[in-house]
């Protein structure tokens, strides 16, 4: 009897890189994003046109893995990547988003947290979880090709006429 099914995360992961090229799209639109005062981080992280290049690149190349998944036994590791940069932008989003609005006061008056520091939370959580998907792949699949070592470890040919 099987208790764990592996759940597919295709389209989950399908939709990170969509927001990842669409994140990167804005950063790369003429004007300037991280001007208001709680993307202060960010700005001091990186600056909007490589930080938007780099989130266009690989969410595409993250579709690319994706959609060849199976295919090519390397794919899971370009997805893990791909979930590392972009759980890696969520994340340093969400911590922007938090000291702005808890240490630094860069929110007006009595105003809450920005909508967007649930997104930012939400997508970062999902990356997590994408990304140890993928690992379940890299196992799967032998991508690291550590099954394919042991077992040559253990039918040596030496002493054999």
């Known amino acids: 009897m099987v208790f764990h099914e592996p759940v597919k995360t295709h389209a989950l992961e399908m939709m990170l890189a969509t927001l990842m090229v669409t994140c990167g799209t804005i950063l790369l639109w003429p004007g300037e994003t991280f001007l208001l005062p709680y993307y202060a981080l960010m700005k001091a992280w990186i600056s909007e046109g490589p930080g938007g290049g780099i989130l266009v690149l690989v969410g595409v190349l993250r579709w690319r893995a994706i959609i060849q998944n199976g295919g090519y036994r390397y794919t899971p ?8 940069v972009g759980g890696g932008f969520w994340l340093t989003l969400a911590v922007a988003l938090t000291l702005a609005f808890a240490v630094d006061e860069a929110m007006p008056g009595d105003a809450g947290p920005p909508m967007l520091l649930a997104i930012a939370v939400t997508a ?15 196992h799967r699949q032998d991508s690291l090709h550590i099954r394919e070592a042991r077992s040559k470890v253990g039918t040596s040919d030496a002493g054999n006429p």
Do not use: N, Q, Y
Request: proline content about 0%.
């Open 77 to 84: 590791l370009w997805r893990i990547g791909g979930c590392c």
């Open 124 to 138: 970062f959580t999902f990356e997590v979880f994408a990304g140890l998907r993928g690992g379940e792949d890299v």
